[in-house]
Every structure is written in structure tokens, then in C-alpha cells.
């Protein structure tokens, strides 16, 4: 047991029950195998400064989101869904995430990019004091355009300031881990930066579950069973996922709205969409008509609050429209039509008892125009809208992005950190200011009692190298 674990231990037997020591300290009394690490989400900016250059008046270009990322706080990436392995007893950590970023920049004439760099599925592996990021690259070489695609690049060093990753418990938080650029994360990098630059710190956040169950048999091992079936023409259940608009949910949680989201009865939050689930209705030859549960208010300075509840979705001859009950100050109504959408004829045909339309491109109708303040007009493209609902009971709607449990933020950040639906690293903070790195690796009661602060390392401040602007030739 850690010298400072073991001083947690007699100073607290005298004031807490025996039952709470032992879930607090589930590896401190038997061995902690290596356990699956399965949900969560990480929180990466890359590197502000380039992200400033890639927008800018110089590469006047953009990033778009792939594999289901999503944009969070003022200007970092979120990657969904992590899975991967954690051993208690020797630290040893790895979790790779979904997701991807796609830059581009410096157009030419005949309409191609000089710039073009998508980073996706971030690995974090740490073992001992140190950890390394990898990442699937694929970027256009400066002067020549070769695209090359390389999977896992250890692209950046990841410094755990001390922090003793043993331990047990049903969660890992890493905040604000200082990252820095390896050389071979420089090369794939198109030489925008040389070895050595410091990149935006790394926030994860994963779950880590029990001792793995015994294996069950699979379904496709059981002999066929016939499929249940619901009433003729009517769904036997449904989702529909949108995240409204990216720049939206950016204007909201961002400097000027300063303001969150907040989901109930039953709505879900895939990170880059939100999901309401419990579709109710018929379906019809292509034809469909679908009600679902779950409720979306946004909230904010300025007088912003705007309410979607009772998500309705009507599909004709392939021509959708996406309703929703609105609820704002300027604005209020039942069924009001707010994006319209055209879907794939043969995405309508059943397959496996689900009828499931995957991102179809969505435009801003007038009456959603006018439910969001104005702030876009009418014909706006909107976040692409997927659908899926069950005709027969056994069928399995598709996953949504696992963010995992939310992490609860340290005492020393959370009075900094934006009110935004999860806790979040700042990715956009002074690079002088390096926060509380905290490792929460213990059961959720320790929170209640208090006694996070003995589970916390400290960091002094130090000044870090100013920003630079990317090389580019």
C-alpha cells in the first residue's frame, strides 16, 4: 500500500465506518486485476494556436467532426466511447476513443487543400509516472500533396506530474495532463511544428468495470428463434439523435452565452447529438410517423432559453420534417416544424426488423429560424438528423456514443470551470496556468465524505513557451 494511502487509512478509521473504508479502498485489501475500461470521453484542443491559423485570414480554412466527435467548451475536440484496460496493482492504463478532426486550409485555385490533417482515434497509454497519445493520422505532405495515413503515432508525450496511477475503484480522471509533441507526432504533423512544442493539455475521463463476467454464449449460437412482431403498422420502439447545430451548441456553452444544456425525461447526450428515445407511431411502406420522449433546454446570458420537448418526425416519399414542442421567450408553440430532410429510399426497407436513416442532411425551416432567435435563417444547414425505429421487438436500435459516468470536477477547478452539461477541461487557458491534476480512482462515496483533497496532487505553476504560429511553407 502507497506511504500516503496507508496514512489516509489510520487517520480516517477512527471517524469512518469500517463499510465505507472498505469501498473506498477495494485494491488496498485484494488484488486488483487488470479490469476492462469501457465509456468515456476525452477532451483535447490539439493546439489552440493552430486551430487559430487553420480559421484564420491566412489558411482561411476549417475542421469538420467524423465518427461521432463533438466540439466542447471554447475550443476543444471531445472523443466518445472508451474502451481499453486498467491494472490497479501496477498502474498500467490504456484507453483508445472514437472520433476524429478533420482540418483543411489554403485552397487553390483548382479547389483542392495544401492543408489537409484529420486526427482520429486518440489511445492514451500510461505505465509509471509518464503516458503517450497516439493517434490515426493521415495528412498531405507541404510542397509535394502526398497523403500519407499512419495508424497510432505516439504524436504526443503526457506528463503525469507524479501522480500514482495504483489504485482501485470504478473510474480514472486525468484533467489537464500537459501534452507535449514527439517526432514522430512532428513528422505526421506535416512540419507545422517541430518535436518538443507544447500541444493543448489531455482531459479523460473512462469507467472501469468489475471483475469481467464469465463468457455467455453468443446469440448467433442459439438456434433460430422466431421474431416477435408488434401490432401491424405500428413501431415497437425508436430513437431519433440531433445535436440541433454545432456553432449553436458552441454559442452556448461559449464566452458570450456563458450558459449549458440540461437533458431530462429520458433525453440523451451523445456528445456531438442528443438522443430521444421512446418512438411511438406506425410505419407504412417508406411511410412513417414516430413521437418520441425527452426534453432539451438551453440556457444562457442574454435572455437565452429555449426548450424542445415532444420531438415528432413524419417521413413521405422520402421528404422528412422533424417537430418539436418550442418553449422561448420570443417564440413558443406545439408541433412546430424545425428542419426538414430528405432520406435515402433505400435506408426506409427494412432490415432486421429496424428501419434506420443514418445523417441525413437537414435545412432550417422559417418557423425554426424564428424558434431560435433568428440567429440562423431559414435554409440554414442543421445537424444532420438520424433516425431508427424497431417493427419487431427483438430488434436492437444502434448504439449511442458512450461518454461514460460524469466526472465530478476537483475542488481546486470548479469554480473556473464553464457550467456546461459535463465537466470539462478549459482548453483555451493561459499555457501559464497549469490546474490541479487530479486522479479520481476511487468509489463515489469518497466524494461525499470529504476526503478527496488526500487523493489529489498538486502541480506549482510554471511558464510554459508562448503559442507559436505553424510553419507553413
Known amino acids: ?226 421474431k416477435e412482431t408488434s401490432a401491424p403498422g405500428t413501431l415497437a420502439g425508436g430513437a431519433v439523435d440531433w445535436g440541433v447545430r454545432r456553432t449553436f451548441r458552441e454559442y452556448v456553452t461559449g464566452d458570450i452565452a456563458k450558459g449549458e444544456w440540461t437533458l431530462s425525461a429520458g433525453a440523451q447526450d451523445g456528445g456531438a447529438l442528443f438522443r430521444f428515445p421512446g418512438g411511438e407511431g406506425t410505419y407504412d411502406d417508406g411511410d412513417l410517423t414516430a413521437a418520441f420522449d425527452g426534453t432539451v433546454r438551453f440556457t444562457g446570458a442574454h435572455g437565452l432559453d429555449l426548450r424542445l420537448s415532444g420531438v415528432r418526425v413524419r417521413v413521405q416519399d422520402t421528404k422528412g420534417t422533424l417537430y418539436a414542442d418550442v418553449s422561448a421567450p420570443d417564440h413558443s408553440g406545439r408541433k412546430v416544424p424545425l428542419v426538414t430532410f430528405t432520406a435515402k429510399a433505400k435506408d426506409l426497407k427494412p432490415k432486421d426488423g429496424l428501419v434506420r436513416v443514418t445523417e441525413a442532411p437537414a435545412k432550417l425551416t422559417a418557423y425554426g429560424a424564428k424558434a431560435l432567435g433568428g440567429m440562423y435563417p431559414e435554409g440554414t444547414e442543421m445537424d444532420p438528423v438520424s433516425l431508427a425505429v424497431a417493427l419487431t421487438k427483438d430488434a436492437e436500435l444502434p448504439a449511442l456514443p458512450d461518454l461514460g459516468s460524469s466526472p465530478a470536477p476537483s475542488a481546486a477547478s470548479a469554480s473556473d470551470s464553464p457550467k456546461s452539461p459535463e465537466p470539462v477541461a478549459n482548453a483555451s487557458q493561459d499555457d501559464g496556468d497549469l490546474p490541479t491534476l487530479p486522479l479520481a480512482l476511487a468509489a463515489g462515496s469518497l466524494l461525499a465524505l470529504g476526503a478527496v483533497a488526500a487523493f489529489t496532487v498538486r502541480r506549482r505553476r510554471r511558464t510554459r513557451p508562448a503559442a507559436d504560429t505553424p510553419q507553413h511553407h
Open 1 to 226: 500500500m502507497p506511504t500516503r494511502l496507508r496514512a489516509l487509512v489510520t487517520a480516517l478509521c477512527a471517524t469512518v465506518p469500517a463499510a465505507v473504508l472498505t469501498a473506498l479502498l477495494p485494491a488496498a485489501t485484494a488484488h486488483a486485476e487488470s479490469r476492462t475500461v469501457q465509456g468515456g470521453r476525452l477532451d483535447w484542443g490539439i493546439k489552440s494556436s493552430f486551430q487559430s491559423y487553420v480559421t484564420g485570414p491566412i489558411a482561411k480554412g476549417g475542421y469538420s467532426l467524423t465518427g461521432g466527435a463533438a466540439t466542447v467548451g471554447g475550443s476543444g475536440f471531445r472523443f466518445h466511447s472508451a474502451s481499453g484496460t486498467y491494472d490497479g496493482d501496477t498502474g498500467t492504463f490504456r484507453a483508445a476513443f472514437s472520433g476524429g478532426v478533420r482540418f483543411t486550409g489554403h485552397r487553390t485555385a483548382a479547389g483542392a487543400y495544401q492543408l489537409d490533417l484529420t486526427l482520429s482515434r486518440p489511445t492514451v497509454s500510461i505505465s509509471g509516472s509518464t503516458g503517450t497519445l497516439h493517434l490515426d493520422v493521415t495528412t498531405k505532405a507541404k510542397g509535394t500533396g502526398t497523403v500519407t495515413t499512419s495508424r497510432q503515432v505516439p504524436f504526443a508525450s503526457l506528463s503525469l506530474g507524479g501522480i500514482d496511477m495504483r489504485g482501485g475503484g470504478t473510474s480514472v480522471v486525468l484533467n489537464n495532463l500537459p501534452a507535449t509533441l514527439t517526432a514522430q507526432g512532428a513528422r505526421s504533423f506535416a512540419g507545422y511544428y517541430t518535436a518538443g512544442t507544447a500541444l493543448d493539455p489531455v482531459s479523460l475521463s473512462a469507467d472501469v468495470q468489475g471483475k469481467a463476467a464469465s463468457p455467455q454464449p453468443s446469440r448467433t449460437s442459439k438456434s433460430p428463434e422466431p
